[in-house]
């Protein structure tokens, strides 16, 4: 191999660990900043940032391992994302009265896929908020009440009192942003041990095989 391609490579080990505490603190201020800045930019910033991390390890990265590794990066940043909207604060709690329940489904665009309903909750909430939450179950019926986390300031979508937590989605990104470095780290390792004999070529003081004793 190479040692462009394996110094390349050696800067891919850093990226899925850098790339992931950027995109951490840019979520984090986004979700809870004082001065955070629209969906529109957030949204936009926080996708170009994870192409681009894809699309960079891909290029530093040679072989399957590239492609395969800047799938995993690509998607141990989603899940960062989503660990830390988990996490976002949501201060206030609100007793809610469900109006209505609106059942939508979907079905999976792949043959033997997953269809999946998504149940739209109508909401009224003192105070005029929250309007709606949609969850995969139904969680109460019409007429009932639930206890609803939010932000007043509506940074994050609202959750059922009790049900957000950023662990999963926190350790799934650790896993995955742990392979992408292994792989990135596999293709650089032949050529970062200094001394060692390309294929072929035998060791300083050592004979050729092919050579023969007088």
Do not use: I
């Not at 800047?70 to 949501?90: E, P, S, Y």
Request: proline share 9%; with cysteine.
């Amino acid at each position: 191999m190479p040692s462009g391609e394996a110094r390349r490579a050696r800067a891919a080990v850093f990226l899925p660990a850098a790339c992931a505490l950027a995109l951490a603190g840019w979520s984090a201020w986004c979700f809870g900043g004082a001065s955070a800045p629209s969906t529109t930019v957030a949204v936009s910033v926080g996708g170009a940032a994870v192409l681009a991390a894809g699309v960079a390890y891909f290029l530093l990265v040679s072989g399957n391992l590239g492609f395969f590794g800047a799938l995993a990066l690509v998607g141990g940043l989603l899940l960062t994302v989503a660990a830390t909207d988990q996490a976002a604060a949501r201060g206030e709690v609100a007793e809610c009265v469900v109006v209505k329940v609106v059942a939508e489904h979907h079905e999976s665009v792949v043959d033997g896929g997953l269809d999946t309903t998504l149940h739209h909750h109508t909401l009224r909430c003192p105070g005029g908020y929250p309007v709606s939450l949609a969850e995969d179950r139904r969680l109460a019926p019409d007429g009932g009440t639930l206890r609803v986390a939010y932000d007043p300031r509506r940074r994050v979508d609202p959750a059922v009192e009790g049900s957000t937590s950023p662990w999963l989605p926190a350790s799934l990104a650790v896993l995955t942003l742990s392979a992408a470095t292994a792989g990135a780290r596999r293709v650089s390792r032949p050529e970062s041990r200094p001394g060692r004999p390309s294929p072929g070529r035998p060791s300083p003081g050592r004979p050729s095989p092919d050579r023969r004793a007088p």
